[in-house]
């Protein structure tokens, strides 16, 4: 490293309502909680880790009709927006890329329901919701947490299972978040979708996604669509696989953004005991809610 190269240091939890978020997103949240969204805007929302960038990707590429070079015109982080990215994590913030992008704009966000902008319900805008099961989830957060350097370094992975089960994460809590959209899914028409039901017929989902947004694309589209979005094709794609993020952001040499893609990797970090623990206490918190998450296929 030249003398001149300062190493940013990793960031500090905030509390905002009640939810940890990494203090240079914290800084300026009030903004992005007043955003005021086009009504043709679609929101793709996700706890980190379960599939945004699989969804948006889709997205993308069904309202471009599943043309290739229209996809592959800009890397998935210019194509479409991060609400809440501060000018750490992206070249510049959330809001301002919105002011540059041209309605209906896809636009990811980790918030948690109660506290994403009113200006989404208010405009009635198209939002998709992604869940993973809490295992994978917590696997693929930990390995992020690493390569990722803007955010808290994860520490040992007893400990980030604990910081998981206790919603010490940033974004908050898992349980809260999958449970607080899926209660909204049907007053708010939020198109709840699964990582799981998507691994397992990637067609079918996307072809949900499409109905949803009322759009009809023809059968070979559709499949051309699912095949450029499987997790082969996007980790060989730079516009998708965030080759071109800067390394001072993600570390890929730790841990690669599109890492395995799979359902059930939890199996290979959770022991029996730290498994049986986590599934005592999931059954307590999620026993009510009855989500129908798979944690294998
Ligand atoms: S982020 O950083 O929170 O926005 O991450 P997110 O995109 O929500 O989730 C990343 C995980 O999704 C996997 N991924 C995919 N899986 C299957 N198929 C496709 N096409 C795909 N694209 C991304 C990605 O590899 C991360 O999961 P893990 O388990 O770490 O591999």
């Known amino acids: 490293m030249s003398e001149k190269q300062t190493v940013t240091p990793r960031p500090l939890l905030v509390p905002v309502q009640g ?10 949240i009030d903004a992005v909680l007043a955003f005021c969204p086009h009504p043709s805007d679609i929101l793709i929302a996700a706890y980190p880790k379960s599939g945004s960038t699989w969804t948006t990707e889709i997205v993308d590429q069904l309202l471009h009709n599943g043309d290739v070079e229209s996809c592959r015109r800009a890397p998935i982080t210019v194509r479409t927006a991060f609400l809440e990215a501060s000018e750490r994590v992206r070249p510049k913030s959330g809001l301002l890329h919105l002011k540059e992008l041209v309605p209906p ?18 405009k009635k805008c198209k939002t998709i919701y992604v869940a993973r099961n809490a295992k994978d989830t917590a696997v693929s957060f930990y390995y992020f947490q690493q390569m990722n350097l803007s955010s808290p ?10 910081k998981f089960m206790h919603g010490q994460l940033p974004w908050g809590s898992w349980y809260d978040h999958v449970k607080g959209y ?36 023809s059968d070979d589209v559709i499949s051309r669509i699912v095949e450029l979005t499987t997790f ?31 359902v059930g990797d939890w199996k290979n970090h959770f022991t ?26």
């Open 153 to 162: 370094e994860p520490g040992s992975w007893e400990s980030f299972v604990h």
């Open 272 to 297: 029996p005991e730290q498994s049986a623990a986590f599934d005592e206490d999931y059954e307590k918190k999620m026993k009510q809610a009855n989500i129908p998450f798979k944690t294998e296929l």
């Open 232 to 262: 082969k094709n996007m980790k060989e794609n730079p516009m998708a696989n965030f080759s071109s993020f800067p390394s001072e952001i993600y570390n890929q040499s730790i841990s690669k953004f599109m890492r395995k893609g799979v």
């Open 105 to 122: 704009r896809v636009i990811k966000t980790h918030l948690p329901i109660q506290i994403v902008p009113v200006g989404f319900w208010e």
């Open 182 to 217: 899926w209660e909204e899914r049907e007053k708010r028409d939020i198109l709840y979708l699964f990582y799981e039901d998507m691994k397992e017929n990637p067609r079918r989902e996307v072809e949900r996604i499409m109905k949803y947004l009322d759009l009809s694309l």
């Open 19 to 28: 939810i940890l978020l990494p203090d240079h997103i914290a800084k300026d």
